[in-house]
């Protein structure tokens, strides 16, 4: 599995952006898929997940209301629509994909994730 994220970049206080994840995978149907963040200096932080089946969403408490994930199968992307952006929300953003052992599992522990891709920054600032 390989994973390609895009979409970050500057943006001020309240603004909206939204990355995207394109996986190569024989069966994206397959795999579970989440977004992480990571700031300088802090642990790696669960952001939003979908299941392999697409129907469960799961988010961290800190993007409750402001985030929103989808996932493409027709083009073997998800995307995380990102809206009312903080000041904290600045960090590295990574998706992970893992084979999903259960079809309805949203997986929000990074160590539950085998594949990841490259990062993708994103600051807010004024």
């Known amino acids: 599995v390989q994973l390609q994220a895009s979409g970050g970049g500057l943006v001020q206080p309240g603004g909206s952006l939204r990355l995207s994840c394109a996986a190569s995978?024989?069966?994206?149907?397959?795999?579970?898929m989440g977004w992480f963040r990571q700031a300088p200096g802090k642990e790696r932080e669960f952001v939003a997940g979908v299941s392999a089946s697409g129907e469960y969403l799961s988010y961290g408490n800190s993007v409750i209301g402001r985030f929103t994930m989808s996932r493409d199968k027709s083009k073997n992307t998800v995307y995380l629509e990102m809206n009312s952006l903080k000041l904290e929300d600045t960090a590295v953003y990574y998706c992970?994909?893992?084979?999903?052992?259960?079809?309805?599992?949203?997986?929000?522990?990074?160590?539950?994730?085998?594949?990841w891709g490259q990062g993708t920054q994103v600051t807010v600032s004024s």
């Open positions: 995978v024989r069966r994206f149907s397959s795999v579970a």
């Open positions: 992970a994909a893992e084979p999903a052992r259960s079809y309805h599992r949203v997986y929000t522990d990074p160590g539950g994730y085998d594949y």
